[in-house]
């Protein structure tokens, strides 16, 4: 017979169900929520195995992959796809290369070499007649020194003129200053430099011996070699100097010139000009005294007397009467359409020596207007680019480039295959 539960135990059933719907409402209404390490059922996210811990977010970008590369919505290619691609992209920058390449170097030898824009020779639109300035000494950076020679090259019996002055070197204002001592002598790097005897010189402001205008604060000094103890010399020569500047403070400095006691040819002043082969030639008449090789240059501008072009000569010369030429191209004449008659100036030029220091011997140059050229009309002269079989071989060479980069992207470059879907 079975027993039947106490009243306790009644009461112990009835609460149950209590309970566990009082507590149902509660949860409904958001009254209890979950703890912390809870996981939200009714939220959207990806499932985490409880085995698997969450990766922490990362520090930077993702690397973009080849894939990722593609525009967005366009479907992935295919190892082979990318493989082509990076083919067609690197072919790609290889033709612009070669085309480059090639319009450059045509470009660049329209004209010969010997007759070039002057604007290709900044630095040589007029003979050399250096400028510098530099601290008067190591610890006197607040004094600079104003320095000028008037030429570099010294033939025979030319003479040199120096020029030094004194200026604050953070205004370039003016600054009273004396060279008290000055000497001449070999260039330290020249062999056996040191036997012959330093020469004095003298520096003044007191526009005599080359100075031009008296008590203008630059001090002038000029050198003749070939009369002041080097008329045996051959090469650099240093003029070595001392400055009192603004009362008290000391300094030097130092000039250096390279020296040909003898020249070992001599232009004659003669000039003739003729059309040839479509340019301007000029022909400067020079006596040989010794066989060799010989490099000149001249300037030409035009009857305005803006530069125009620099010419070069480089060949060589047996003894005797010869001949300088110019050539002032004439497709050069036809991109620069310059006013006529044209001027040659600044003649200048040595013979190159094989082997030893110097590596030149000067031919005394024709400084100044050398030459008036007859007024022409453009029609007078070609428009043909400058030919010669250097030039072709090279313009063979980089078109074949070019014609190779287009062939290989050409065959990279036709209709991919379907992307495949993702």
Not at 376 to 381: A, I, P, S
Request: aromatic share 8%; with cysteine.
């Amino acid at each position: 017979m079975n027993q039947r539960p106490s009243r306790r135990g009644r009461w112990l059933l009835l609460l149950v169900p209590l309970v566990l719907g009082v507590g149902g409402v509660l949860l409904s209404v958001g009254l209890i929520r979950p703890g912390p390490g809870a996981a939200d059922s009714s939220a959207p996210g990806p499932e985490v195995s409880s085995g698997t811990q969450a990766e922490p977010p990362s520090r930077g970008p993702a690397r973009p992959s080849a894939v990722s590369a593609q525009r967005p919505g366009q479907p992935a290619l295919s190892p082979e796809e990318l493989e082509r691609e990076a083919q067609r992209q690197l072919w790609q920058k290889r033709l612009e290369r070669a085309r480059f390449t090639l319009d450059s170097y045509r470009k660049s030898t329209r004209y010969p070499h010997e007759s070039r824009p002057i604007e290709e020779h900044p630095d040589l639109v007029y003979p050399q007649s250096p400028e510098r300035k530099q601290p008067l000494d190591k610890d006197k950076g607040d004094i600079a020194l104003k320095l000028k020679q008037e030429k570099v090259y010294v033939v025979g019996d030319e003479v040199v003129r120096f020029f030094v002055g004194c200026e604050n070197a953070s205004s370039g204002q003016p600054l009273p200053c004396e060279v008290h001592s000055a000497v001449a002598r070999e260039a330290p790097h020249m062999a056996g430099a040191g036997q012959a005897t330093p020469v004095p010189l003298d520096f003044n402001d007191t526009g005599r011996n080359g100075d031009d205008v008296a008590g203008d604060g630059m001090w002038t000094g000029s050198f003749q070699p070939s009369r002041q103890g080097f008329a045996m010399f051959e090469g650099t020569l240093r003029v070595e100097f001392r400055v009192r500047a603004n009362g008290s403070a000391e300094g030097g400095a130092f000039f250096d010139i390279v020296f040909t006691p003898a020249a070992p040819a001599t232009f004659t002043g003669r000039v003739r000009e003729v059309i040839e082969k479509g340019s301007l030639q000029l022909y400067v008449g020079l006596q040989v005294r010794k066989p060799g090789r010989y490099v000149m240059a001249g300037r030409v501008d035009d009857e305005a007397g803006i530069p125009l072009a620099y010419l070069e000569f480089n060949e060589e010369l047996e003894a005797g009467a010869r001949e300088v030429r110019f050539e002032l191209f004439g497709l050069l004449l036809h991109d620069k359409k310059p006013d006529f008659p044209l001027r040659l100036r600044d003649v200048e030029g040595f013979l190159l020596r094989e082997q030893g220091d110097p590596d030149r011997e000067l031919v005394k140059g024709l400084y100044g207007s050398v030459h008036t050229t007859q007024p022409y009309t453009l029609d007078r002269f070609s428009e043909a680019e400058w030919d010669s079989d250097q030039r072709r071989r090279y313009l063979e060479e980089y078109a074949r480039d070019v014609a190779e980069a287009e062939g290989a992207l050409g065959g990279l470059s036709g209709q991919p295959a379907a992307p495949r879907a993702p």
